[in-house]
C-alpha cells in the first residue's frame, strides 16, 4: 500500500531510545509528521496537556489529525503506535497472520523486556549518583543475556520477524547504545551486521536525526 499523506501526525517526544522509534517509522513511511518536543529532562512529561494524550506521562505519544473515520486520534505506548501506523499504512507490519504474530512477539520483547532492562542499566551505570555494584552487575548481566537473544534470532536471518518490520525500528535505538549499556559487540556478530545494516537506510537516519 502506498504511503498516506494528509495532515501532519504530531509526535510529542524527545531524543531517547523510545522517542526516536516513531520517527524512524514516519520516515520509512513517508507520513508527514511534525515534532512536538517533550523536555523530560525539565519534566515536560508530567504537564496536565501532556498527561492527556499519555496517562503514564512517558513519551512518546502521537496525535494523527486523520484518524480513523477522518477524526483525530491520540496513542500513547510505543508499541501501540508503530502496530497503529504499520495498519494504517499497511508498510513494515505484515497482514498476513503468521508473518504478523512474528513481528508482534519481536516488538512486545522490545518492549517488554530489551528496552526498560537496558533503560535499567543507563541509568545505574551512567546517570545514578551512586553508583550501586549490585544493580549495576544485576542489570549489565540481563542486558548481556538479552543481546544474546537477539544475536541467536538473528543467525542465518536478516532482520527480526523476516522482512524488515516495526520490530526492528523499536528494538535498533535501543542496539545503537550498546557501548553504554556496556556490551562488547565482538562476540555477537549477528546483532552487529544487523545493526549496521539498519543504521544504514536513509530513513532510519533521518528519523534519528528529526529530534
Known amino acids: 500500500m502506498a504511503a498516506v499523506t494528509g495532515k501532519p ?4 517526544t524527545w531524543s531517547t531510545p523510545n522517542g526516536w522509534k516513531i520517527p524512524v517509522m514516519l520516515e520509512e513511511c513517508g507520513l508527514p509528521y511534525r515534532i512536538v518536543p517533550v523536555d523530560i ?6 504537564a496536565p496537556e501532556f498527561l492527556a494524550l499519555s496517562p503514564n506521562n512517558k513519551i512518546p505519544a502521537i496525535v494523527d489529525h486523520d484518524g480513523p473515520g ?25 497482514q498476513d497472520e503468521r508473518a504478523r504474530v512474528a513481528v ?28 550501586i555494584p549490585y544493580a549495576i552487575d544485576r542489570f549489565v548481566t540481563e542486558s548481556n543475556r538479552l543481546y544474546g537473544v537477539l544475536d541467536r534470532r538473528l543467525a542465518g536471518r536478516d532482520y527480526l520477524a523476516g522482512a524488515y518490520s516495526i520490530a526492528d525500528m523499536a528494538t535498533v535505538p ?6 553504554k549499556q556496556g556490551i562488547d559487540l565482538t ?8 545493526l549496521d545494516a539498519v543504521l544504514a537506510r536513509p530513513a532510519v537516519q533521518r528519523g534519528l536525526a528529526a529530534i
Open 41 to 46: 529532562a525539565k519534566g515536560e512529561q508530567t
Open 104 to 131: 508482534d512477539a519481536w516488538l512486545f520483547w522490545q518492549c517488554a523486556g530489551f528496552g526498560p532492562m537496558l533503560g535499567q542499566t543507563h541509568h545505574f551505570r551512567i546517570y545514578a549518583k551512586e553508583k
Open 174 to 179: 535501543w542496539a545503537k547504545f550498546s557501548g
Open 9 to 12: 501526525i504530531d509526535v510529542h
Open 187 to 194: 562476540g555477537l556478530p549477528n546483532v552487529q551486521r544487523w
Open 70 to 94: 477522518g477524526e483525530a486520534i491520540s496513542i500513547f505506548e510505543s508499541g501501540a503506535i508503530l502496530q497503529y501506523l504499520g495498519r494504517k499504512t499497511g508498510q513494515f507490519y505484515p
